[in-house]
T-cell receptor
Framework: AQSVSQHNHHVILSEAASLELGCNYS??????LFWYVQYPGQHLQLLLK??????LVKGIKGFEAEFIKSKFSFNLRKPSVQWSDTAEYFC???????????FGAGTRLFVKA | NAGVTQTPKFQVLKTGQSMTLQCAQD?????MYWYRQDPGMGLRLIYY???????DKGEVPNGYNVSRLNKREFSLRLESAAPSQTSVYFC????????????FGPGTRLTVL
């Protein structure tokens, strides 16, 4: 069965620190990969996605993620976090051609001002 | 556009009661989803509807039924609520291809006593 692992459940950083959130998936075929974010009191919204082409994808608010097929990974990065990045981050996978979406358990990020 | 709307926002049920969670989208999207969000477990897919007239099981379908009433509406029914179904339920819609963005509703917080 497909699964998505997010390694860190809670991360605390100071402003201007660099961020990397891990995401690994288990699935033998080709996949589409997503990072969603849920800010306090708001709906989940898309940060970025990968489905083909350049494995380094850029999203909103300075976030980027790199798809490494050999490692089944899609880690999220940001060079310098802000207090406003405090949120919960979810990695998600859909098998190519399908609609069934599997989410990871999420990572709660708290950025200290 | 209201996007994805869910009713009710909050609900308290007693064990064994039934209820239906409503979801509607006004974006003319083809696919719709129901998830539950529990602490430490992320979002888990309950059911999805890739297109009007079709529904499929997700990761945790037991104890739930769904109806894709028309292109706009996708309801989730709990026939006999159990305390294990205490959760926050999210509905989402997706325009067409699995590479598209999912748009989420505000959620329904359900407590089963």
């Amino acid at each position: 069965a497909q699964s998505v692992s997010q390694h860190n459940h809670h991360v605390i950083l100071s402003e201007a620190a660099s961020l990397e959130l891990g995401c690994n998936y288990s699935y033998g075929g080709t996949v589409n990969l997503f990072w969603y974010v849920q800010y306090p009191g708001q709906h989940l919204q898309l940060l970025l996605k990968y489905f083909s082409g350049d494995p380094l994808v850029k999203g909103i608010k300075g976030f980027e993620a790199e798809f490494i097929k050999s490692k089944f990974s899609f880690n999220l990065r940001k060079p310098s976090v802000q207090w406003s990045d405090t949120a919960e981050y979810f990695c998600a996978v859909i098998e190519t051609g399908g609609f069934k979406t599997i989410f990871g358990a999420g990572t709660r990020l708290f950025v200290k001002a | 556009n209201a996007g994805v709307t869910q009713t009710p926002k909050f609900q308290v049920l007693k064990t064994g009661q039934s209820m239906t969670l409503q979801c509607a989208q006004d974006m003319n999207h083809n696919s719709m989803y129901w998830y539950r969000q529990d602490p430490g477990m992320g979002l888990r897919l309950i059911y999805y509807s890739a297109s009007e007239g079709t529904t499929d099981k997700g990761e945790v379908p037991n104890g739930y039924n769904v109806s894709r009433l028309n292109k706009r509406e996708f309801s989730l029914r709990l026939e006999s609520a159990a305390p294990s179904q205490t959760s926050v339920y999210f509905c989402a819609s997706l325009q067409g291809a699995p590479t598209d963005t999912q748009y989420f509703g505000p959620g329904t917080r359900l407590t089963v006593l």
